[in-house]
């Protein structure tokens, strides 16, 4: 049987026990009703369409696309449950390692790292809502993992160094759907080393750190819930150096954020990330005193434009979607093959 609707955010009753006491036969009657009015045949359908007619009469008719966890913590409904482990594809695991393996076939001549952004929860399972736990093992991101090692990929997992970094601050923003500056910094840091250049790696304790106010996070529109202040952790490496600035990366197909390039003007390797709102910001000026040129292309679910490697003629590609966005479901790039 089910144990969590996605349609209420809530976790289902649970099927009722033998009763061993009084009590728990006076309870019974209560305990039956609750499961069977939750686990009746065609509910899920009933509950759509339930909502489809709401929506039609002017009301929200759906759950919230964002949840508050526990001590204030917000997280997208979108991708939780694989996040805990309560919820595995391993066919949808298998395509998106399958497809990062074959573009390691078609990249002869190129260093190339690949790893996922875990989502807030698989990070921090403490403060997740309690429908969405407890956290499992094995997760997606764990069996991508293993289906890169397979075919030779050097993939990284993020979630140990994020973990640790936990204790120094700030990992994910409170209410937003993104890491916070910290967390997008030890990811780099990972990264780099993975990439056989620890020397591009950044010492946090050499930033200069500060605390914002900030009304901008994403969730609490998706919870339909008004804007609402969080403070914010955040550091003094946020922008390009001095007369460096992106550029659109012209003549490629996309339905997502366009592709850029960063032409730093000193000499040095040129990096391209696959990725999304998770690495599109925060890591050009990480990269952008240690490259001759940085270029990001929006993964898109694995459709994103193929000739972009031609274009940018990359000497690393770091693939760097976050995990809940690691789904192909069977797309490829156009112009892959």
């Not at 391209?272 to 929006?298: E, Q």
Request: glycine share 8%; proline share 8%.
């Amino acid at each position: 049987f089910k144990t969590v609707s996605l349609e209420e955010n809530r976790r289902l009753a649970p099927a009722p026990t033998q009763p061993t006491t009084v009590g728990e036969w006076r309870k019974l009657p209560r305990v039956l009703d609750a499961w069977l009015a939750d686990h009746f045949g065609f509910r899920d359908p009933l509950m759509q369409a339930a909502a489809r007619l709401q929506r039609k009469l002017g009301g929200e008719g759906a759950a919230a696309a964002a949840v508050t966890g526990r001590q204030g913590q917000m997280f997208l409904v979108d991708g939780l449950l694989r996040s805990t482990g309560q919820e595995v594809d391993a066919a949808r695991a298998a395509d998106y390692a399958a497809f990062v393996c074959e573009a390691k076939g078609k990249l002869s001549g190129v260093n190339l790292v690949a790893s996922l952004a875990p989502s807030p929860a698989e990070v921090e399972p403490d403060l997740a809502p309690d429908w969405a736990g407890p956290a499992k093992s094995p997760t997606e991101y764990d069996l991508i993992l293993q289906g890169l090692a397979r075919c030779g990929v050097t993939s990284v997992d993020l979630r140990p160094v994020l973990r640790a970094a936990r204790a120094e601050g700030q990992v994910y923003r409170q209410l937003d759907s993104h890491w916070s500056l910290r967390g997008s910094l030890m990811a780099y840091r990972e990264i780099v080393r993975a990439m056989g250049q620890p020397g591009w790696r950044i010492d946090p304790k050499a930033l200069s750190w500060s605390v914002v106010a900030l009304d901008n996070g994403d969730l609490p529109r998706l919870a339909g819930q008004t804007q609402a202040i969080e403070q914010v952790e955040i550091h003094d490496r946020t922008t390009l150096p001095p007369g460096v600035a992106r550029a659109a990366i012209p003549g490629l197909e996309t339905h997502a954020a366009p592709a850029f390039l960063i032409d730093t003007g000193k000499p040095g390797p040129t990096v391209l990330i696959v990725g999304d709102s998770f690495t599109a910001d925060p890591m050009a000026p990480y990269f952008a005193p240690f490259v001759g040129k940085l270029a990001w292309v929006h993964e898109d679910r694995c459709a994103f434009d193929w000739r972009v490697m031609a274009k940018v003629k990359p000497d690393y590609v770091v693939f760097l979607p976050a995990a809940r966005e690691a789904i192909c479901a069977g797309a490829r790039p156009t112009h892959f093959n």
